[in-house]
């Protein structure tokens, strides 16, 4: 589970890392890249307009609750105003020593009032008319029914609804005589007909703000049996629009809530609140034509300008294509046939490309020509540098024959025997530098020197070298397999190899004594081992060279330490001779 896990996260970083090299390398021309500085230019620009055109929209929409506000407040004064007006008329009428005071006090409140109330009356406590006085207007068959239907008293002060009409009803106690059995009320009721007089700053002030105001807020108070009643009969207003709203309203009068609670559905605002003493109301306000049109072109104000922003991105899009683009692919272009065809055609005399490519163009004309020429000098010393590296080759190749060859005439007219052959040992060594020289440069290269092609080179020129004898009773085995060495190792190891077999052919068989001398060269990792055994005299082979002050040890000494490896010499049925060292060492130089 761990590992499933552990491949899971390894997939989802593989993924991430894929999303984003995608992504970074859809973003890695000028071409996107404009766009991106062009878009980070003109998004603040745009995110500003964004956010003063929501400011607006949003203050076109507060209008209309501002405007229901304003009318619930007013609604609220109206009838708090008619509820305080009526109720200390009845408290001064209720002041009349006898029943004809009373009748004339409540005639004298009705002209006064200038017909306002539809019934001034005296009740007692079971709704029983004592005195009377209906509305100014005998024909008004309304208030005639009014006083016929008017229920028994109740609050002080109430909405009372009477065939869809709202009327307010309110109740002050007599003073109770002596006389008197039980308690006598005082009660008057008038017909609601607030009309909104609500002005706002998108229409004009005056008559104009008003009538518009009537035409577009509709009041209606939320009556106990869940009912609505227009506010003003005569407006002719149709019921809320938004049905939700008007439950709403009942739900929160059956809670009794006391707070206002503002509502926008769609282009409506509602406001519905407690007004006077225990009743509810519900106001709805539409959106006025100014209104309307200020949205409207606010819409049309946003799509101008996102079609200019768009027209101008384009705009800049094209000259960023024809000022920038189409003279970086140019030139691009014109690199690229320079890599091609190794010339560089310079555009800077183009009048249609801007002066800084312009500019870049000829720099890079110029850098062109300088480095064909550089390129030029350099090839030109590169040959020279062949042809000097060819003549040294040749003049040590020949150098190193005329050596052998005086070695060869020196130990032909020395008359003492050591002398000679001490002459034509060096010879021999000579001889085997110069083959070396020969494998290791081939034409004017200086190459590797692969051991499985020059082994039996160097086996048969050191046995041509050997005695007559020598060359017909031992046998020479080789084994370099795949090695191949790098010209600073190639000399130190063929040098031991020769000296090795060189003293066991001269000293390692005396007399009429048979063998075989091997040679192997392996490699495994950074470990290169030379071995070179036989099944000789040893003692007669140290006795020879290879003793402690022997010529032939102390160089193939000197080359272990040059290749930085070690040496093994070991006596067992007959010489072997161990040589390992780690082929990235490299030479010391010593």
């Known amino acids: 589970m761990a590992e499933n896990g552990h491949q899971r996260g ?52 507060d209008a209309g609750t501002q405007r229901g506000k304003q009318a619930f407040s007013e609604l609220e004064k109206y009838f708090d105003s008619e509820i305080l007006r009526t109720m200390s008329m009845l408290k001064q009428v209720g002041q009349a020593s006898d029943d004809s005071a009373l009748r004339n006090l409540l005639l004298l409140a009705q002209a006064a009032s200038k017909g306002r109330y539809c019934l001034l009356a005296a009740v007692d406590e079971k709704g029983a008319l004592r005195d009377v006085v209906t509305g100014a207007d005998p024909a008004d068959a309304s208030c005639r029914d009014i006083a016929r239907s008017t229920p028994p008293p109740g609050e002080p002060a109430h909405l009372w609804v009477y065939r869809g009409r709202p009327y307010l009803r309110v109740v002050q106690e007599l003073p109770v005589a002596d006389h008197d059995e039980g308690n006598h009320f005082l009660v008057a009721i008038q017909s609601i007909g607030w009309e909104p007089d609500v002005s706002d700053d998108a229409s004009p002030s005056g008559v104009g703000a008003v009538k518009t105001s009537r035409k577009f807020l509709s009041a209606w108070f939320v009556m106990p049996d869940h009912s609505l009643v227009s506010v003003c009969p005569q407006c002719n207003w149709a019921p809320p629009a938004d049905r939700a709203v008007s439950q709403a309203a009942i739900e929160a009068r059956m809670r009794s809530e006391h707070e206002r609670t503002v509502e926008r559905r769609e282009n409506r605002s509602y406001i519905y609140g407690p007004v006077g003493r225990a009743d509810f109301a519900l106001i709805e306000v539409r959106r006025l034509p100014e209104e309307k049109r200020a949205v409207f072109l606010l819409f049309g104000w946003i799509a101008m300008v996102g079609i200019l922003l768009i027209a101008g991105m384009a705009g800049i899009m ?8 189409e003279p970086l692919n140019q030139l691009a272009q014109d690199v690229e046939g320079w890599l ?24 890079f004309g110029t850098a062109t020509w300088r480095l064909a020429h550089r390129e030029t000098e350099l090839e030109a010393a590169l040959v020279h540098q062949k042809r000097l590296a060819a003549e040294i080759h040749h003049r040590v190749k020949n150098n190193l024959q005329i050596v052998g060859s005086l070695l060869s005439l020196q ?19 000579v001889r085997i530098l110069s083959m070396l020289q020969r494998h290791l440069y081939v034409g004017d290269e200086l190459a590797n020197l692969r051991m499985a092609e020059f082994l039996p080179i160097l086996t048969q020129q050191i046995v041509q070298a050997a005695p007559d004898d020598v060359r017909y009773r031992v046998t020479i085995e080789e084994d370099a397999g795949d090695v191949a060495l790098t010209p600073d190792m190639a000399t130190p190891v063929v040098m031991i190899i020769a000296e090795a077999l060189l003293n066991a052919l001269n000293y390692g068989f005396p007399a009429a004594r048979v063998g075989v001398v091997r040679v192997s060269l392996s490699r495994e990792a950074d470990l290169l081992t030379l071995i070179v055994e036989d099944n000789g005299d040893s003692a007669a082979a140290l006795q020879g060279g290879l003793d402690a002050g022997g010529l032939s040890q102390q160089l193939i000494r000197g080359f272990v330490r040059q290749i930085v490896g070690t040496l093994h010499i070991e006596e067992q049925n007959g010489m072997r001779i161990v040589v390992t060292c780690s082929v990235k060492a490299g030479l010391t130089g010593e």
Do not use: C, H
């Open 10 to 61: 390894w997939r989802s970083r593989s993924f991430l890392v894929s999303f984003l090299i995608g992504i970074t390398s859809r973003f890695d021309s000028v071409r996107s890249r404009m766009a991106i500085v062009i878009m980070g230019s003109v998004l603040p620009v745009a995110a500003l307009g964004g956010v003063v055109i929501w400011q607006d929209y949003i203050r076109l929409n």
């Open 318 to 325: 094209v000259a960023g294509r024809r000022l920038v683009v």
């Open 340 to 363: 091609r065809k190794g010339k560089f055609e310079s555009v800077a005399d183009s009048s249609g490309m801007p002066r800084e490519f312009r500019k870049l163009s000829g720099a």
């Open 411 to 429: 130990a032909n007219r020395a008359s003492d025997i050591d002398t000679r052959m001490a002459l034509l040992v060096a010879r021999n060594r």
